[in-house]
């Protein structure tokens, strides 16, 4: 007893069912048509106008350079170590506290630069960084 031949079989699952699709994006369709209106409704209020600037505070920025010989310039003018240490805890106590940029000679002895590194951070500078010449 045979139920068909096997051509009969293969005509009978070409066919997709589109009807679970269609009622798949039926419901899809009432859900958005339900809440977008939802979403939008609000209050309508007339709001004032008013103009604002964000200030916009940049520190200002501390050179500190170390000459070839271990003096100390602070933006340009000669300092002393213990006038140094005075100008760096005043400083520190700006808000925002500005940056220390220290350009050190090449030439310089590094003891130099690490007693003006610890004075910094003895007097509480937190942003300290290096300023250097980029290779050509």
């Known amino acids: 007893m045979a139920f068909g031949t096997q051509d009969e079989a293969d005509d009978a699952m070409n066919e997709i069912n589109m009807t679970p699709l269609v009622d798949v994006m039926l419901v899809l369709l009432i859900v958005f048509i339900i809440t977008v209106p939802v979403m939008k409704h609000a209050v309508n209020v007339d709001l004032p106008r008013a103009t604002n600037k964000a200030e916009d505070i940049k520190p200002e920025t501390v050179r500190l350079s170390v000459t ?9 003018t000669k300092v002393d170590d213990a006038e140094l ?3 760096l805890r005043a ?3 700006k808000e925002p506290q500005p940056e220390l ?9 590094y003891e130099r630069v690490a007693q003006a590194m610890a004075a ?3 007097a509480g500078v937190k942003k300290i960084g290096f300023i250097t010449e980029p290779k050509h």
Request: hydrophobic letters at 30%; charged letters at 35%; proline letters at 0%.
């Open 91 to 93: 400083e520190a106590a």
């Open 85 to 87: 240490e005075s100008r």
């Open 101 to 109: 940029h220290i350009r050190g000679d090449k030439d310089v002895r």
């Open 68 to 76: 070839a010989d271990g003096s100390y310039f602070w933006n340009e």
């Open 120 to 122: 910094a951070q003895q």
